[in-house]
C-alpha cells in the first residue's frame, strides 16, 4: 500500500493456532490507512505459508521472512521497513477491537499515545483494564515530576509511536535482553517525547503465555529492569523520592520473580538467585530508597536488605511454615 497512515508490526513465531484471528481483527479496522507488516522471524510451523496467503489476499500486507533471532529483531526489522507517519505493535498471539486505530485517531498530533487493554484470568475470562483519560507533555512533567505515574511504559503493544522520534533518534530493542526490553524502549522513547496522551478506552486483547519468557529464572533482570528506571530518572531526576519509589518497586518486582522463578529448581539455580538478590540488596539506589518504605508490609524487607539477609527469606519462610505446623 502506498503512503499508509500507520504502520501495525507484528512479530510472527511458531503461532499458527492464533495468527488467522490477530490478522483478521487487524484487516476488520473502521481506520483503513494502514499497513501491517508481518516480520516471520523463522518459525517453524506453518506460519510462514499463512502470511504469505495472507498478503495475496490484501496489499495492504507485508511480509517479512528472517532467521530466527527473537521479537527484538523482528520488531526492529519491522521498524526499519515501515512507511506510515506512526507505528503501533501487535503480538501474534493477540488481537484487537475494529476500533483500535480509530482511537488511536483521537490524538493524532501528540507523540506517545497509550490504550487499555482486556487479559484473560485463570478461566479464560477476559477482564477489562480500563485507564483514566490523561494528557501531559514534558514541560508539564518536568514541573510536576508526578505526573510521570499517570504514563504507563510497562507493555510494548496498545501503543502508537511517531516513527519520525524513532528514526530520528535512532531508537531500537535491545537484542540482547531477554526481559524488560519493551519497558526499556518505551522509557527512551518517552525521553524524546513531548506530549503524552492516555486513552480511557481498552481495545487491545492481550493473551498471556505460560510458556514466555517472564516464567523463567533470569540472572539479568534486575540488570534489564534498572535500565528503564534510570532513564526515567533522566527525566524526573535521580535525586528525590518519586524515583526512589520507583527503584524500591523495581527492586521488589525483581527479587519476588527471582524467588517464584527459582522455586524448587536445583541447587545452581538457587544459589545463583541468592547472589542475584544480594546483588540488589547492595545496589547504591536500592539502598538509598530504603527510607522511602512506608507501607507495613514493606518495613520487614526493607530491614532484610539493610542486614542483607533478605536473600534467605525463602529459606526462612519455609522454616516458619515447619514450625509453626
Request: charged share 25%; proline share 3%.
Amino acid at each position: 500500500m502506498k503512503n499508509p497512515e500507520i504502520s501495525i508490526i507484528v512479530p510472527v513465531y511458531n503461532v499458527e493456532k492464533y495468527l488467522k484471528r490477530c490478522v483478521d481483527s487487524i484487516l476488520a479496522q473502521t481506520y483503513k490507512n494502514f499497513e501491517l507488516i508481518l516480520v516471520d522471524d523463522g518459525s517453524l510451523d506453518n506460519c510462514p505459508a499463512m502470511c504469505d496467503e495472507f498478503a495475496e489476499l490484501d496489499n495492504r500486507i507485508v511480509v517479512l521472512h528472517k532467521k530466527n533471532g527473537g521479537v527484538s529483531s523482528a520488531r526492529n526489522l519491522g521498524m526499519e521497513k515501515a512507511e506510515g507517519k506512526y507505528i503501533t505493535f501487535i503480538d501474534s498471539d493477540d488481537f484487537v477491537s475494529d476500533k483500535y486505530l480509530e482511537y488511536f485517531d483521537e490524538a493524532k498530533e501528540d507523540d506517545y499515545v497509550v490504550s487499555g487493554y482486556y487479559s484473560q484470568n485463570n478461566n479464560f475470562e477476559w477482564i477489562e483494564h480500563k485507564q483514566s483519560y490523561f494528557k501531559t507533555n514534558m514541560d508539564e512533567i518536568h514541573i510536576c515530576p508526578d505526573l510521570i505515574n499517570g504514563i504507563p511504559t510497562g507493555m510494548i503493544w496498545g501503543r502508537r509511536y511517531k516513527k519520525d522520534i524513532i528514526r530520528r533518534n535512532n531508537l531500537y530493542f535491545d537484542v540482547k535482553m531477554k526481559r524488560s526490553e519493551d519497558v526499556l524502549f518505551n522509557a527512551n522513547y518517552l525521553s524524546q517525547s513531548k506530549s503524552v496522551t492516555v486513552l480511557q478506552n481498552a481495545n487491545y486483547f492481550y493473551r498471556s503465555n505460560p510458556l514466555s519468557a517472564t516464567s523463567f529464572f533470569e540472572p539479568k533482570l534486575f540488570e534489564w529492569s534498572m535500565k528503564s528506571v534510570l532513564k526515567i530518572g533522566d527525566i524526573i531526576g535521580k535525586n528525590n523520592d518519586l524515583f526512589l519509589r520507583r527503584v524500591w518497586n523495581n527492586a521488589m518486582y525483581v527479587c519476588d520473580d527471582y524467588f517464584a522463578t527459582s522455586k524448587g529448581k536445583n541447587f545452581k539455580i538457587q544459589l545463583s538467585m541468592m547472589r542475584c538478590v544480594f546483588k540488589v540488596c547492595k545496589d547504591k539506589y536500592v539502598r538509598k530508597s530504603l527510607h522511602c518504605v512506608k507501607e507495613k508490609n514493606y518495613v520487614k524487607k526493607a530491614n532484610m536488605i539493610r542486614f542483607f539477609v533478605y536473600p534467605f527469606l525463602p529459606y526462612i519462610y519455609s522454616l516458619y511454615q515447619k514450625i509453626r505446623h
